[in-house]
């Protein structure tokens, strides 16, 4: 019987799509062997992992080469001419894939072409699939869906498309998985989804990976396509935008680290549309733009090297305080960690276990599962009761003042670095100004971020025409890219809707003023103001104090290094009684005019409770890429082009001049916009 007439030769046309910096510029059209119907479910174990063999006869049942041995190229062949799903196991060792051939799509020469349904496992001790640096590992073609679990996967060299490991259009799901070193001449060092492929990495890491001529130097996720990331590391890899994820499509991440980018080589570790937060995640920048309260931005995670730290595969460890130790979200944390170890520990010994963030478990005393249940959110990435502090929007008093301020930050005696917001007062009516101050307290201290609550009725934060809070950071400190925002996403700070649902009041202001390139490293000076805001007084507020209440301080030096013990001291608003009409009047009359805004108040919240919605979205200057959200990114980008002289098409939304150059003015306009009508939150 010939080789043909055993195998199922059916073929079908597969559009390979990928893009380029633009958008999807190349296709291009093979053919692919699909797998055979009705033949059983295998289970293939590799006992060759030093010759790089094509099986003798693929889709007979048998992994064979013509060695009689069983090589992981010819488990694959044999798997995809079977009906699935199906099992390989592959010894410890190394696996090199030697056989040259760009382009081919059966698995006989160059990647591993997967057209089914099939799970890779690696041994116990460790699994490394490496190339000879001519092809990227897998390619795996849709509706295949692939398990990739215990190995290494490193030196893939992409020169066809996107994916210098993988290229996705199935569905992937890797756990306890190490990428390193891999390499695309487009997009996605490591992993690139394509077409609509499907993405989900469990306890895996990534480093070392690059796309140096494109984006996405760990994962590349465009339109159409989908990834989630739960207890994932993601550190050193590079590219020219999005070190770690360059995404386009819907991604959802979880007790997720994403870290150190390469400032020569790109703008951060996130680029494109704004990735989903279901909590606890990590950034040492800020243009993931993570939005929960425990995730934690411009923060250093303290890892380690890559190294063996036990377990079939290296890692990553997390160093003594590290935040990512225990600051994982325990609701669908995995039993494991990448190496094996159990999850949650009580890493940092507070006698409290909880899921570390990122691919590694802190050692630590190991608890039953069910001890810290009652202390979780029961929803998967619900946001922390401190993000959005409570304010009184009644009748203010003094009583009333004082409780809604946390007294653990405006009371104490700072003891570390600190901000402190100043009071204001004024009149109903007035628009007065409020200024945080850092006191250094000896540390030194390059970046901060923090959040402030305040009133949305009686004593909002001002906001610019273009909705963006009237906020300006000190220019003597020499921070050219702060940034400001009102929270929750999509609020609006006057009341008027922008979209048609009812409107959602602004009551907290994320401030960041932050270092993003060396030229931004020097210590702020102790003592500096370094942003001041102003606020519009309603005409209609009663007399009273309001709070200005600070929360998620976070003091960096010049590595991004949280500096410990950073605290806040809470401001506030003063409103003053106005004048009376008749200044004539006996001094008599005085205090009783002076003592009624009792009534004003009670009358006051109940007229302002259902704004009046409105009205349309202004158009995002500098929103590069379309999607109505200017990123930290694409404000990098307009930067770039106009201190380099580069051709405006780079972004055409932010060349309003139409002159095919970004000029300053151009810059501040996309700044001052950024937040306009776009979902942002740091």
Same mark, same amino acid.
């Given at each position: 019987?010939? #080789? ?29 062997? &699909? ?8 289970? &293939?174990?590799? /006992? ?16 064979? !080469? ?11 062949? %044999? ?24 382009? %081919?799509?059966?698995?006989? !020469? ?19 699939? /490496? ?68 993405? =989900? ?29 739960? /207890? ?27 870290? /150190? ?149 405006? !009371? ?14 004024? #009149? ?58 009102? #929270? ?18 602004? !009551? ?67 409103? &003053? ?50 999607? =109505? ?36 003015? %151009? ?16």
């Amino acid at each position: 019987m010939t #080789m043909a007439s055993r195998t199922t030769t059916l073929r079908a046309e597969r559009i390979r799509g990928w893009r380029w910096s633009g958008g999807v510029t190349a296709a291009v059209v093979t053919t692919v062997c &699909l797998r055979a119907a009705g033949a059983a479910a295998l289970s &293939l174990v590799v /006992n060759n992992n030093i010759a790089d063999l094509p099986d003798a006869l693929p889709g007979d049942g048998v992994c064979a !080469t013509s060695a009689s041995t069983c090589t992981l190229r010819a488990a694959i062949q %044999e798997a995809n001419a079977s009906a699935g799903p199906d099992t390989i196991t592959l010894p410890a060792g190394t696996v090199t894939l030697s056989l040259n051939g760009i382009g %081919e799509d059966q698995a006989a !020469t160059g990647d591993l072409d997967i057209v089914g349904d099939v799970t890779v496992v690696g041994a116990d001790t460790g699994s490394i699939i /490496n190339t000879n640096g001519n092809d990227r590992v897998f390619d795996i073609f849709p509706p295949a869906t692939v398990v990739l679990t215990k190995l290494t996967i490193q030196n893939g060299r992409a020169q066809d498309g996107p994916g210098g490991a993988i290229r996705n259009a199935g569905t992937l799901i890797i756990t306890a998985t190490t990428l390193r070193n891999n390499r695309s001449q487009s997009d996605g060092g490591g992993i690139a989804n394509v077409g609509s492929g499907t993405l =989900q990495l469990i306890n895996t890491t990534l480093s070392g990976n690059t796309a140096p001529n494109g984006n996405g130097g760990g994962i590349f996720n465009p339109l159409n396509c989908s990834m989630v990331l739960s /207890n994932v590391t993601l550190s050193g890899n590079s590219a020219m935008a999005g070190t770690s994820l360059d995404n386009f499509g819907t991604a959802q991440l979880r007790n997720t680290i994403v870290a /150190n980018s390469t400032p020569a080589t790109s703008s951060g570790n996130c680029h494109g549309s704004a990735v989903t937060s279901l909590g606890h995640n990590i950034d040492t920048g800020i243009s993931c733009l993570f939005s929960e309260g425990s995730d934690l931005d411009l923060a250093n995670p303290l890892l380690g090297p890559l190294q063996n730290n036990g377990g079939p595969t290296a890692t990553f460890a997390l160093l003594t305080g590290s935040p990512a130790i225990d600051a994982g979200d325990d609701v669908g944390c995995p039993a494991t960690d990448q190496r094996g170890q159990p999850r949650p520990t009580d890493g940092n010994n507070d006698g409290v276990p909880g899921c570390d963030i990122g691919a590694y478990e802190a050692p630590g005393t190991v608890f039953p599962t069910s001890t810290p249940s009652n202390t979780l959110s029961p929803t998967v990435g619900s946001p922390t009761p401190t993000s959005t502090p409570t304010l009184p929007t009644a009748t203010p008093t003094a009583t009333e003042a004082t409780t809604a301020m946390p007294t653990a930050t405006a !009371t104490n005696v700072p003891i570390g670095p600190s901000l402190a917001l100043s009071t204001a007062i004024g #009149m109903p009516g007035d628009q007065v100004s409020f200024s945080a101050t850092l006191s250094a307290a000896m540390s030194t201290v390059v970046s901060a971020q923090n959040k402030v609550a305040f009133g949305s009725f009686n004593t909002p934060i001002a906001s610019l025409s273009n909705g963006a809070p009237d906020c300006t950071a000190d220019p003597s400190l020499g921070r050219r890219f702060p940034v400001f925002v009102f #929270m929750p996403p999509q609020c609006s700070p006057t009341g008027q809707s922008l979209t048609d649902a009812e409107p959602v009041p602004c !009551t907290v202001l994320l401030a960041a003023v932050i270092a993003l390139s060396p030229t931004d490293f020097d210590p702020i000076p102790d003592g500096s103001t370094l942003y001041t805001c102003r606020v519009n007084i309603s005409p209609t507020a009663p007399a009273g104090e309001y709070p200005l209440v600070i929360s998620q301080i976070v003091l960096s030096d010049a590595h991004g290094t949280p500096v410990p013990g950073a605290t806040g001291s809470n401001g506030k608003i003063i409103v &003053l009684a106005p004048p009376t009409a008749t200044p004539t009047e006996t001094p008599t009359a005085t205090p009783s005019d002076t003592v009624t805004p009792t009534a004003t108040a009670s009358a006051t919240p109940s007229a302002t409770l259902t704004p009046t919605p409105s009205a349309t979205p202004v158009p995002c200057a500098g929103d590069c890429n379309g999607n =109505q959200q200017v990123t930290v990114d694409e404000l990098l980008t307009l930067v770039q082009a106009a201190l380099l002289g580069l051709d405006a098409r780079a972004c055409p939304a932010g060349d309003l001049s139409r002159v095919s150059q970004i000029t300053v003015v %151009e810059i501040l306009t996309a700044v001052n916009r950024a937040v306009d009508t776009c979902q942002s939150a740091l």
